[in-house]
């Protein structure tokens, strides 16, 4: 059987150009491969800075898929730009995150309307 993940994206352009992307199935060793081409393609093509990621519809998260997220969020935090996290309140995701190191370098938000209010503050 064969895993993947789905990314929804949307772009909202207030209070400045962010794309919303919504992951929804498993993010592991098997599928961070699937996010990495249309994730690269937003920083270089695109040129976008901005980001929130959804994780409110992930199954189940691992190391992998986690590290290849924060190496994005580094390197946009090098160009001036963010990467945030709206996080599933699922107990094993949070888990894998502060394991990680994950929740002190990161912008960590409940739900994706306080990932968005925080570009107004």
């Avoid at 937003?42 to 980001?51: G, I, L, S």
């Avoid at 986690?66 to 969020?73: D, E, N, V, W």
């Amino acid at each position: 059987m064969q895993r993947t993940i789905a990314l929804n994206i949307r772009e909202l352009t207030s209070p400045k150009r962010i794309a919303v992307v919504q992951l929804d199935g498993m993010l592991d060793d098997l599928t961070t491969p699937q996010i990495e081409e249309p994730l690269d393609g937003m920083f270089t093509q695109d040129k976008r800075k901005d980001f929130i990621i959804d994780c409110l519809k992930l199954s189940y998260f691992n190391s992998t898929g986690l590290a290849r997220l924060m190496h994005y969020a580094l390197k946009l935090k090098d160009e001036n730009g963010t990467f945030k996290f709206v996080v599933n309140p699922n107990e094993f995701i949070h888990e894998i995150m502060e394991v990680c190191g994950a929740l002190k370098v990161l912008q960590v938000y409940k739900n994706v309307d306080d990932a968005i209010e925080s570009y107004r503050k």
